[in-house]
């Protein structure tokens, strides 16, 4: 299956795509949102004090990098594979989206779809990651 490179696609389309995106976008916001009370999440922040609020910040940026090289090398388990860089980061953001619509982060599966890689070495390369993930 060839992957469809949104430049090549005729002008109609892709000003049709591009609310679409939003549009999804802005519903995923939603469901993650709609039951966050923003004043007892800012309470909670001032009482726990800008270091430990940093320091959460810092780890959750340096786990999403660690699993943004992991995925890069997993990818790479199939030796013929060759891959941009936008191409890997595209499928990781994609997963990680992914991974909050169905519980116990299976949604992550879906970067399979967005790989250049063949089918069953993309799956490979989610199941390794999905198994190293599980500690």
């Known amino acids: ?9 005729p002008v109609c389309w892709r ?14 916001f ?10 007892q999440l800012q309470a909670g ?3 726990t004090g800008l270091e430990i609020v940093l320091f959460l910040l810092f780890t959750a940026i340096f786990k999403m990098g660690l699993l943004y090289v992991n995925w890069r090398k997993f990818l790479h388990f199939h030796s013929d594979y060759r891959a941009s860089g936008g191409e890997v980061r595209r499928s990781f953001l994609i997963g990680e989206a992914l991974r ?8 992550m599966i879906g970067k399979i779809f967005f ?5 069953s070495s993309a799956a ?5 990651e999905k198994f190293f993930q599980i500690w």
Do not use: E
């Not at 909050?100 to 949604?107: H, Q, S």
């Open 15 to 28: 000003k049709f795509l591009l609310p679409l995106k939003i549009l999804i976008s802005g519903l995923i």
């Open 124 to 128: 490979l390369s989610v199941a390794l």
């Open 45 to 47: 922040f001032v009482r």
């Open 100 to 107: 909050f619509l169905i519980p116990g982060g299976y949604g």
């Open 30 to 39: 939603y469901l993650l949102f709609r039951k966050l009370d923003l004043t």
């Open 1 to 9: 299956m060839k992957i469809l490179n949104c430049r090549q696609l």
């Open 115 to 119: 790989v250049r890689n063949s089918r």
